[in-house]
């Protein structure tokens, strides 16, 4: 992909250009808790997204997408974002600099990557961060990581319309090779873990479907939490996020909530209980127990937090008679995306089979399979 991106940018920009990456992720549990302030637990995976930059001399940033076979330009002084467009993203993380009081100048960009778009592996968020990074690197700002996953961030919020929370670009800048990360987004401090699962892997099941309430359901959940808190606020004001909630505060105020957020809320508050065991069982390398902390995560994503669909509730459900797989759910916002496997190695093959055939009887499509290996975070090739 760095050769590709070199050659493109060379036949259009007739220069050589600096040359990062930034990397997709996978999250092992901890859905829908980093921005109720939880805990989460992703890893930085070895598909990237490639950007090449140069200076331009302009007020101007020239962009070509690889991906997309498509050009675009904007003027650093004026930024209309075309909602739902690729640009969106690497226009907010410029205007997020600018905002900040970092000199940009104009730039030619050529970028590109491997990661499957749509399918919960946070392509934007590695576009956000290998872009903040390249324009960092190229202007020679000093900018810290933490910072730099700020302000992708607040791009995502302000230019992409989502608000989401930290993780995606938190895995895709802080991620290291062969090791999970446990963050705590409320204090933004963080452990690597070494991915050691003896005789299992990690499998994605790709449903390739992303349906379109993705982004408004994303926020009417974030919502939903809220209200949860300001109802637990009335009793104990010291409460900020869903964080600091029990499920007995929760049954304190059960009255005054709807079904639906008290679900919502009940399913934050075991999903952070759970990323905690998990982190503990991956210490203490208990495998077997990690599976059912998956099912238990996919089963308040589906009737709790409601933000599953049947292709992937189908494939969870497939799952539960094959003995090798020992764990099974949803990843990432949920609507469509991919599921994550924790499958006995050596039965790879065989699920992958059985999965790809049920699967096309049941949808007439097929689903796409993705093996993981966690690869290191935002960087500049050598
Ligand atoms: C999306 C968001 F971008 C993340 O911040 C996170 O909330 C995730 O959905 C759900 O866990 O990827």
């Not at 969106?88 to 030619?108: C, H, K, N, R, S």
């Not at 099941?205 to 974030?222: F, I, M, P, W």
């Not at 929760?250 to 709807?258: F, Q, T």
Request: charged letters at 25%; glycine letters at 8%; proline letters at 3%.
């Amino acid at each position: 992909m760095k050769t590709t991106i070199q050659t493109k940018f060379l036949e259009i920009f007739n220069t050589d250009p600096l040359l990062v990456y930034s990397p997709g992720r996978i999250n092992l549990i901890g859905e829908h808790t980093d921005y109720n302030n939880g805990f989460v637990m992703p890893a930085a995976i070895d598909k990237k997204m490639v950007v090449g930059i140069a200076k331009n001399g302009s007020r101007k940033a020239r962009l070509f997408s690889l991906d997309f076979t498509e050009e675009f330009a904007f003027e650093l002084d004026s930024f209309s974002p075309k909602k739902g467009h690729w640009s969106t993203y690497i226009m907010g993380v410029t205007a997020q600099l600018i905002q900040a009081g970092y000199p940009v100048e104009g730039f030619d960009m050529v970028f590109g990557g491997d990661i499957p778009v749509g399918a919960g592996l946070s392509s934007s968020a590695a576009l956000e961060a290998a872009v903040g990074y390249g324009i960092s690197e190229l202007f020679e700002f000093d900018i810290s990581r933490n910072s730099l996953i700020h302000y992708a961030q607040k791009a995502e919020h302000l230019f992409a319309g989502v608000q989401c929370g930290i993780m995606d670009q938190f895995a895709s800048v802080m991620g290291q090779k062969d090791k999970v990360l446990r963050l705590d987004c409320r204090s933004m401090e963080f452990a690597y873990f070494p991915l050691e699962l003896e005789d299992y892997s990690l499998y994605l099941v790709d449903t390739k479907v992303k349906h379109s309430l993705a982004d408004s359901a994303y926020n009417q959940r974030r919502e939903e939490c809220e209200r949860g808190v300001s109802e637990v606020k009335k009793l104990n004001p010291k409460i900020h996020s869903l964080r600091d909630v029990t499920l007995n505060d929760l049954d304190r105020i059960k009255e005054n909530i709807s079904s639906a957020v008290f679900n919502r809320c009940r399913y934050v508050i075991e999903e952070n209980e759970r990323v905690l065991k998990a982190s503990d069982l991956l210490e203490k390398k208990k495998i077997n127990a990690i599976g059912q902390l998956l099912y238990d995560s996919h089963q308040g994503l589906s009737k709790l937090y409601e933000v599953s669909c049947m292709e992937l509730d189908w494939l969870v459900e497939k799952t539960k008679v094959l003995d090798y797989v020992l764990g099974s759910r949803m990843m990432g916002g949920g609507f469509g995306g991919c599921t994550i496997n924790l499958i006995k190695t050596e039965k790879i093959n065989e699920f992958q089979n059985i999965i790809e055939k049920d699967y096309y009887d049941e949808f007439g499509t097929k689903p796409a399979f993705y093996p993981i290996k966690l690869g290191a975070g935002t960087d500049r090739f050598d």
